[in-house]
């Protein structure tokens, strides 16, 4: 009988853990303090769309392409050419 239940048990902890999906697309975006926080986790900023080009010269990196982080970070596109904190 202690053997039918502790299967049982693992059975349910495997559903809960692998079968339910985990949203993680309603997660909130990343809030950075400033440019050089942001710049550690995306180096080459992030862009409001992929469409979107840089109107402040050469950049070293690519944008990350991310409405949702770049609207969290609008302030922190000087330029307002649609990228945040590009290099």
């Not at 982080?69 to 649609?82: E, P, V």
Request: charged share 30%.
């Amino acid at each position: 009988m202690k053997k039918i239940l502790t299967g049982i048990t693992v059975i349910s902890l495997a559903f809960l853990l692998f079968i339910t999906p985990i949203d993680s697309a309603n997660a909130a975006p990343a809030k950075f303090k400033n440019c050089t926080e942001l710049n550690k986790t995306y180096p080459g900023g992030v862009a409001k769309d992929a469409k979107v080009r840089n109107v402040g010269g050469k950049t070293k990196f690519k944008p990350f392409v991310s409405a949702e982080i770049y609207k969290a970070h609008t302030k922190m596109d000087r330029d307002k050419d649609g990228i945040a904190c590009e290099k």
